[in-house]
């Protein structure tokens, strides 16, 4: 399977978000730097409303999918979906939505974790409607009411935004696996990845979504030694080889991108490209063994039928 990276920018004093505005050796870390280092996927944390868009590194050619962070009921369902949509038709549709396993707390609307995860599912599930229908909708359900909504000019196609999402509980993967295009695993080894993707993968089935999730991990690379693994990230080792090599074991689980924090300086950066290189060039002799290796298999299949016909 191809691998993908996607830069999580550090926080500064000055941007505690740091949307965009990753720092590197004190230069302003780049679409095209973070993009020569193998990172083909970029996360804006705290755009929650989605109208604080750094649009001058949106416009840039490096065609890095640009990952919003944005959670259920920071806005309601129509000004979402429309704002959504509009970004993803004006930047060509690199735009991804992660909705983080947690919100706004609101004791009227969300008593109980499971009402929090039923709101998630019927906000997520009225923006694929509104990108998706030819006319406006109504809506009455628990959470949310809507009258006449509709998205103009989303095209004969309507539009689709990948969705990113995470969590723990039965509960939270259920409705991961209704909605997930990407599953942000929590785990902290191999064994434990494959199996909440095991877990994973049951609730998107039970959805009639088999084969349509794919995994990423949250990870921590810093050559220096700054940075410690927050829960549900792995510390990966400042050596690129040896991180290279821990990557590749979550490969091995079925993991198919790495959220990387940690890079605040040059060396940082220039570090990873090694790693980055390694993990997918690794990745990609492995998957051409394996097709190859098929194709023998299938040849010998089609052969004993021939002789058996």
């Known amino acids: 399977m191809s691998v993908v990276f996607t830069f999580v920018p550090p926080a500064t004093a000055d941007q505690p978000d740091a949307s965009f505005k990753g720092h590197v050796s004190g230069k302003r870390v780049t679409a ?17 409303e989605l109208g604080a868009v750094d649009l001058a590194f949106m416009r840039q050619s490096e065609p890095q999918q640009i990952v919003l962070t944005h959670g259920a009921g ?41 009402a929090f995860w039923r709101r998630v599912d019927e906000y997520i599930t009225l923006l694929k409607r509104l990108w998706a229908n030819e006319k406006p909708i109504d809506h009455e359900g628990p959470f949310y009411s809507i009258v006449g ?33 990407i599953f942000e695993l929590a785990a902290v080894s191999p064994d434990e990845a494959r199996l909440l993707a095991s877990r994973v993968r049951s609730a998107a089935a039970r959805h ?31 050596q690129p080889a040896q991180a290279a090599l ?32 390694f993990v ?22 089609d052969m004993a039928a021939v002789r058996n016909s």
């Open 32 to 48: 095209a730097s973070a993009w020569r280092a193998g990172f083909q996927s970029w996360l804006s944390d705290g755009q929650g």
């Open 74 to 114: 920071e806005l309601d369902p129509v000004t979402a979906a429309r704002r959504l949509a509009a970004l993803q038709l004006q930047y060509n549709g690199r735009i991804a939505l992660r909705v983080p396993a947690r919100g706004l707390i609101d004791t009227d609307q969300q008593p109980s974790h499971i």
């Open 149 to 181: 909504g509709f998205v103009p000019r989303k095209g004969a196609r309507g539009i689709v935004v990948p969705i990113r999402m995470g969590g723990l509980s039965g509960t939270a993967l259920n409705v991961a696996g209704k909605h997930a295009d």
């Open 208 to 238: 009639g979504r088999q084969g349509k999730v794919r995994f990423a991990l949250p990870v921590v690379f810093d050559a220096a030694g700054r940075e410690t693994a927050a829960s549900g990230e792995v510390n990966l080792s400042r």
């Open 246 to 277: 821990q990557l590749l074991g979550f490969v091995d689980a079925g993991v198919s991108e790495f959220m990387v924090r940690g890079i605040r300086k040059a060396e940082d950066l220039d570090a990873f490209e090694h790693v980055a290189s």
């Open 280 to 301: 997918q060039n690794s990745s990609a002799r492995r998957e051409a063994a394996w097709a190859a290796n098929s194709g023998v298999a299938a040849g010998r299949f």
